[in-house]
Every structure is written in C-alpha cells, then in structure tokens.
C-alpha cells in the first residue's frame, strides 16, 4: 500500500483501478519535413490511416453513449475524414511536410475558415482542433486527449479538469477523481460534487500512478491509497451502504430548532434544473449563465438566451431562482467576451468588468432574462458577479431597473465587497457570497493551483471574518437585505453549519449535497450554529477550524462524511 494524502473535496470511498488522463497533444514543430526514410506516399497513407482510426474509434464511442453526448459524438467522427481537412495535409506532404505538421496546418486553416462563416458552423471549429489532436495522437502512437474511453468504471487521475472536460466525463464510467493539480475551489471539485463523485485534489505524486493500479478513493477523509488491504474494501462496501440514505433531500432546510435555512442548488442549465428539482433543492441559489455558452464563439442572440434561461425557470415554477449574469473570464473564459492574452485573468476583465470593454452583452443579456422571466413562473432575481464597489452595485441595479427587472443583487466575492456590504446592500436588493472567489481574493492564492490548496480554502478564519462582516452590513438599521452563500463553502456539511450560525440566510450547492447538508443542519440548534461559528472563527488556522468545528458534530461521522 502506498498513500497520497491530498485533500478531500467531494465525500465518498469507492475502490477502483486508475486511468490516467492524457497530456493535451503538443504542436509539431514549424517546418517540420517528412523523414529521409519516408515518401511521401508512405506519409499520406499514414495520415489517412490515423484519420481512419479515429473516425473508428469516436463512431464506436457514440453507439454506446446517449443524448448530447452521442451527437456531439457522430458529428466529431464525421469530422476525421473530412475531406478539405485531409487533401489540404495531402498536399503538404506532397511538398515534403511530415504527416503530423501537415494535419496540424490543416486543421488551422479548416477551423478558421469554419470560424469565418459563423454561426453553427464557427460551432464547429472547436471540433476540427480535437480532431486534428486525435489524429497527431494516432500518428506518435500516444493516448489521444481528454478523457479516456473505457469498457469498464474507473478512477480518473488528472492534473486538474477544464469545465468543457464535463461535457465527455460519464458519471457511469468514472468511479471518483483524482487531481494531483487543483484546489477545493477547482472546476474538478465543482464538477465532482454536481455528479456525486468522490473526488480528492492537490494529491501529489498520484500522476505516477500507472495505468491499471487498484486504489482506495475516500473523498471525506482526502486520501488515495494504491493497493489497498482488506480493511479499506470494508470501509468502501460500507460507504455503499450510507449513500444509499443520503440521495435524496425531501422537505426544507432547517435546524433542530425550526430556524429556516432554504437549501437551494447550483445549477448551469436547464438539464442541471430539471436535476436539482428532482432532488428536492427549494429554488435556485446560483443558475450560472456563462455554463450554458462555454464553447461559443460569438453572443448568443437574446432569444436563444432567453429559451436557455427559460429551460431553468420552468424547473422551479412559483419558487426562487438566482440568476448570475456571464462570469465571463479567468476559470471560464468565453470566446467572445475574455482577452486571452491578459497577463492576470483572475484579476482582470472578468464577470460584470467585461461590460467595461464589451458594452451592450450585459444589456442585452438583461433583456433576455426580462423576457423569459415574464413568460415563466419563476421568481427570478438576477446578481453580477465581480462587484467591488457601491458604485458598481448602483449601476447595476440601474440597469436592470432598465430592463424591467425587480430583484437586483450582487455576488460578493471581492474582499472589497465583503468590507463595503453595507454600502452596497443600500443599492441592491440581495448578496449571495462567492466563498469560491472570495477565499481566492482574500488569500491572494489561485483558486486552481495545488500546491496552495492548504490556503484555498473557506474554512480560513480571514474568510470567515468576512462572511460575518456580510452578514453584519446585510443587518444595518432600516436596511435589512438577504445574504446567501453559493459558494463551495455550503456543500461542506460542517461549513453549512458554521455559515448558518454566522447569520446567512440561504445556502445553495451542487443539488447532490442537498441531503447530506439538511441530515447535518438538523443536528443543531441556532444557537449551537452560532457557538460553532464562534470556535472556528476564533481558531488559529483554517485546519484547527475545520477540526474543532468537525470534533462537535457526531453525525458526520456517523454518516461517513
Ligand atoms: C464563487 O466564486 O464562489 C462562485 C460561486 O462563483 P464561481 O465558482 O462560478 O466563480
Ligand atoms: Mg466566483
């Protein structure tokens, strides 16, 4: 046996064998020349051979997946063997190119001209370039990227994952993930806890891992153990077993003492909603909008903005729904909003900035939103992300007064914002806390980077000091707003705990920790959430916090989280 610790940001202990995501396929170098032992004609055979296998390999793939998936599938196979893509490397190598530059050139000239001509076919620009690294793959011999298809369920060891890695990872097929790069607030935490899957980060080592290597996942505790012995299998069967009792969320968040916490989910869309609602969340505390047009090129017109919005307000009718405007930028750039050659692009143009250099998306995304809220049943409240100041927040509000919309909000996840709150709460009618961000921000450590996920996380006293100042401005006299955490923060069930005792409102998460979240909060009283909020802020170290706060409450243990 041989243990990784890392940390554990998704619960859950399963055993399976590892497969070890592929490095992204590297550029063959210009100028690149065909072998002296090869001809041409040899090369252009090769060439056709590889396209061949992965039109194969991709056609295969999509007669057993479904939905989405299947589409996305076919039309990338039918990609491999188009035929400007091929003649155009033909002709290449006929001038003495090697195979791999002359599919890498190729590639850039079909996925420009795609690009050109807008609309679905720029869609499919995005699809030349997986090919075109598929088939670089094929030619060296190596694993082609993303994540690897297999027969059987498996442990996923990555480096860290990309939000459009969701769009390929089966939660059939991947038991649990594991990262040796990324922080509790990575896209790969996120992605884990919106599927279920255990899942533990900043893991060092876990890339050596070979191929094939049975190991021990426990999500909980933060560990991977390789070749594990009898008494993890136990442990694994008897997480099987709890699971089963922490699926399902039904009725409303409360403590022991009737003291309402509304439970809300996370959502991306309209598939995400449907989810969410099925699993009991109340509404919807962060519907994040950039989700739903990751791969795009250009704006989305207002209608077809509007019919995505509308999918999830359809999914809660009578109830809440908080809407976040486009994040654009840093973790999550959008083609038609982010520079992509900013020096710092977390501490750039990204989220309600972006109507600094871009105006009029905002504004026409506001629009968008009035218009789907109105023909729903929904009771839509709309925030921008990467406030700062009051006077970002007034504008706000102003804008979406503009555009006929009732409940304007903010995210605090600005250190700024978090010391401003009573300020900005006088221009808004809401907050919802980014702990995501706003541990990012207040520790000055990358929310992606490994190495400084001991710093990355909500349970630092710094962030939970503002937390509490949120909740202190939320409270000024005459100025009672409602201050919500969607953050990472509130799936955490001894956070949940904490955040419900420093005051906030409403917590909403990945609708999969709805249940364990409401099995923990009822555990409590208000005034034990408070004491404990007490004793975590008073710790020295995030650590302490977390284990003097996880020491009170027994049923963590007791339900294996
Ligand atoms: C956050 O920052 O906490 C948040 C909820 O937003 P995101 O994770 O999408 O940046
Ligand atoms: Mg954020």
Not at 383 to 392: D, L, R, V
Not at 501 to 508: I, P
Not at 539 to 560: C, I, M, N, T, Y
């Given at each position: 046996m041989q243990n990784f610790p890392g940390v554990g940001v998704s619960p859950g202990r399963v055993i399976g064998t590892v497969r070890q995501m592929p490095k992204p396929i590297s550029e063959p170098p210009a100028g690149e020349q065909l072998a002296p032992d090869t001809t041409a004609e040899e090369a252009t055979a090769a060439l056709k051979a590889a396209s061949q296998a992965v039109h194969d390999e991709l056609k295969a793939r999509a007669a057993h997946a479904s939905g989405d998936g299947k589409a996305v599938l076919e039309a990338t196979a039918l990609m491999a063997k188009d035929t400007m893509l091929i003649k155009g490397a033909a002709k290449l190598v006929a001038r003495g190119t090697s195979a791999e530059r002359a599919i890498w050139e190729s590639g850039s000239s079909v996925s420009e001209m795609l690009h050109n001509l807008g609309g679905y076919m720029a869609e499919r620009a995005t699809d030349v370039l997986d090919v075109r690294a598929r088939i670089v793959a094929e030619l060296r011999g190596v694993a082609a990227p993303g994540i690897p298809a297999s027969e059987n369920p498996f442990v996923l060891v990555a480096d860290d994952l990309a939000p459009a890695d969701t769009a390929t990872l089966d939660p059939n097929k991947v038991l649990a993930l594991v990262t040796s790069g990324g922080g509790p607030q990575s896209h790969t935490a996120i992605i884990a806890r919106s599927l279920g899957l255990p899942a533990v980060v900043a893991a060092v080592g876990v890339d050596h891992i070979a191929d094939g290597t049975e190991v021990y996942v426990d999500g909980a505790a933060g560990s991977v153990t390789s070749e594990p012995d009898g008494s993890l299998r136990e442990a694994a069967e008897g997480w099987a077993a709890t699971a089963s009792l922490l699926a399902e969320f039904t009725g409303t968040g409360a403590t022991a003492d009737g003291h309402q916490v509304p439970l809300l989910a996370n959502v991306g869309g309209g598939k995400d909603a449907v989810a969410a609602a099925k699993l009991g969340a109340q509404g919807v505390g962060l519907f994040r909008t950039e989700f739903c047009f990751l791969e795009r090129d250009t704006e989305p017109s207002v209608e077809e903005q509007a019919a995505a919005y509308k999918s999830v307000f359809d999914a809660f009718p009578g109830k809440k729904v908080v809407l976040r405007t486009l994040d654009a930028g840093a973790?999550?750039?959008?083609?038609?909003?982010?520079?992509?050659?900013?020096?710092?692009?977390?501490?750039?143009?990204?989220?309600?900035?972006?109507?600094?250099?871009?105006?009029?998306?905002?504004?026409?995304?506001?629009?968008?939103?009035?218009?789907?809220?109105?023909?729903?049943?929904?009771?839509?409240?709309?925030?921008?992300?990467?406030?700062?100041?009051?006077?970002?927040?007034?504008?706000?509000?102003?804008?979406?007064?503009?555009?006929?919309?009732?409940?304007?909000?903010?995210?605090?996840?600005?250190?700024?914002?978090?010391?401003?709150?009573?300020?900005?709460?006088?221009?808004?009618?809401?907050?919802?806390?980014?702990?995501?961000?706003?541990?990012?921000?207040?520790?000055?450590?990358?929310?992606q980077l490994g190495p400084l996920a001991n710093l990355n996380t909500p349970w630092q006293p710094a962030v939970l000091?503002?937390?509490?100042?949120?909740?202190?401005?939320?409270?000024?006299?005459?100025?009672?707003?409602?201050?919500?955490?969607?953050?990472?923060?509130?799936?955490?069930?001894?956070?949940?705990?904490?955040?419900?005792?420093?005051?906030?409102?409403?917590?909403?998460?990945?609708?999969?920790?709805?249940?364990?979240?409401?099995?923990?909060?009822?555990?409590?009283?208000?005034?034990?959430?408070?004491?404990?909020?007490?004793?975590?802020?008073?710790?020295?170290?995030?650590?302490?916090?977390?284990?003097?706060?996880?020491?009170?409450?027994?049923?963590?243990?007791?339900?294996?989280?």
């Open positions: 973790d999550k750039p959008l083609p038609f909003l982010t520079d992509s050659t900013e020096p710092n692009p977390a501490l750039g143009v990204r989220g309600y900035r972006t109507d600094f250099t871009t105006p009029g998306v905002l504004d026409r995304q506001l629009e968008a939103i009035a218009l789907a809220a109105n023909a729903s049943e929904a009771d839509v409240w709309v925030m921008a992300p990467m406030i700062s100041t009051a006077e970002e927040a007034a504008r706000f509000a102003s804008m979406c007064a503009d555009a006929g919309l009732q409940t304007p909000g903010v995210m605090v996840e600005v250190p700024s914002a978090a010391l401003t709150a009573e300020a900005i709460l006088r221009e808004v009618g809401f907050a919802s806390l980014g702990t995501n961000d706003l541990t990012q921000y207040a520790m000055a450590a990358d929310r000091r503002l937390v509490g100042l949120t909740v202190e401005g939320s409270r000024a006299e005459g100025n009672s707003k409602p201050v919500g955490v969607c953050g990472e923060a509130a799936a955490d069930p001894a956070l949940a705990v904490v955040l419900t005792g420093l005051g906030v409102n409403t917590l909403s998460m990945t609708a999969r920790s709805l249940a364990a979240v409401a099995a923990v909060l009822k555990t409590v009283t208000l005034q034990e959430a408070q004491e404990l909020a007490k004793l975590a802020l008073s710790a020295p170290s995030a650590s302490e916090a977390r284990d003097r706060v996880r020491e009170k409450l027994p049923v963590l243990a007791e339900l294996g989280l």
